[in-house]
């Protein structure tokens, strides 16, 4: 490693370091480690590489937080994350205590050229937050949450997860759109766009960012907001972790709850087309104030439900009522669950049926409408997977999510989020036990997915497996070509690649 850049770095640093958010959540003393040899590693482009054991111990005496490596305490427990699919072992794990561990992380990487990897709350179902032999950058320690609740602002460290975030706000009756489960991190969902039950009302999460702090590409600390680089603020409103590590987000928040109208309205499965074919309608008309997510839990060899998922965030609980009446009465569900809730628990609702550390995979699509012939396929590959010889141990999630509303009132071009005209964000998502029946498994949700694409209208970047151009292409449609710009001059050398990546062509 270059010890005078690292040095000047390091500098740099502790300036970030003074700044009263970068110290809010300092706690005790961190155990250093003492590093004992030279270590091998992963470049950038896939080679190898040999970091001194001098220039890690730099590293590790620079930082608040702590130095991971192979035979440190603590390292098996920092490299897993949600998806038990994934099984991947970093050279070394930098845990972050704040924008200047960040710092020395990122200079550290480019110095050495090495295979990056940011983890924020670790949800990242293609498991890129972590990396094989290079750096994890972990922002896991970094779970502060500020609630103003004056300017109704909430200043987020970007290892928070949106649990964290919506019990803060709710102590002031006060959210964001903020996903669906609670232990999905903050910083990617919304770096992606960020849907959620609050979205119909409110817009993506990333459209209620008002501020990015972030340690760009060449180890520089920015702000970007309106007024202040706004391309930057621009791209980081739908485009990931291109760019750089955002170290903490300032959204706006809305009053909300503390109760809303939520929760399922259920019904048996054989009754599946009539009641997704009267959805596809009724959903179309309602307002933003409500949304209504039609959810399909799938148990090979065992009962498979349709649940709709209700949020009414409006002021008054008898309008949202009303809302749903028609379609109580006409589809008379099995069991009507929708009732005054908390909106933090709503938000748990899910939680229980994602655990982390099951083996999972996903296909996604976005619909602008869900039509007879899509509800067919879908229903028609569901039966057909389900067959016999499943695995028992699989349970398959096939969820409608609601958009439409404030989402689709912004410009195509507003942020780099490229899919304001979809009305549905189609999940498939697969979860099992067992690593024997995997290869089964995936291929199962495949074939249901492959039996919707073709109603689909690209995808969800935060639901991106597998990354090339052409998938980026489809991820950010019309705003590629712009993406690639600030591409170019944010990270040229493409140092955050694990990700929806956008390529750079300089």
Known sequence: ????????????????????????????????????ADLDAVTRTGGSTTVSKAALQELSDAMRGQLLLADSDGYEDARQVWNGMIDKRPGAIARCKGAADVKNAVDFAKSNDLLVAVRGGGHSISGK????????????????????PIDKRARVQSGALLGDLDQESQQFGLATTAGTVSHTGAAGLTLGGGHGRLGRRYGLTADNVTAFDIITADGQFRRARKGENEDLYWGLRGGGGNFGVVTSFEYQLHKVGPNVLGGGILFPFNRAKEVLEYYAEFSQNLPDEIGVDAVIVSRAGGPTLLTFDVCYSGDDMSVGESLMAPMVADMKPAVNQMAPISYVRLQQRADA????GRLYYNKAGL???ITQEAINALLSALEETNAADADPGRTTLIIMQHLG???AERGKDATAYAHRDARYDFLALSGWDDPERSEDNVGALRKVFQAVEPYTTGFYSNHMVDSDNARGRQAFRHNYDRLVELKNQYDPNNLFQLNANIKPTV
């Open 129 to 148: 937050s972590v990396c094989e032999g290079g750096l994890m950058i972990d922002l896991a320690p970094m779970r502060g949450v500020r609630v103003d």
């Open 1 to 36: 490693m270059n010890r005078r850049d690292f040095l000047k770095g390091t500098a740099s640093a502790a300036a970030i370091g003074s700044l009263p958010f970068g110290n809010a959540w300092a706690a005790g003393e961190i155990k250093k480690t003492k590093i004992a």
């Open 367 to 369: 619909m602008t409408e």
């Open 353 to 356: 049926g994602t655990p982390p």
């Open 405 to 407: 509303g404030s989402i």
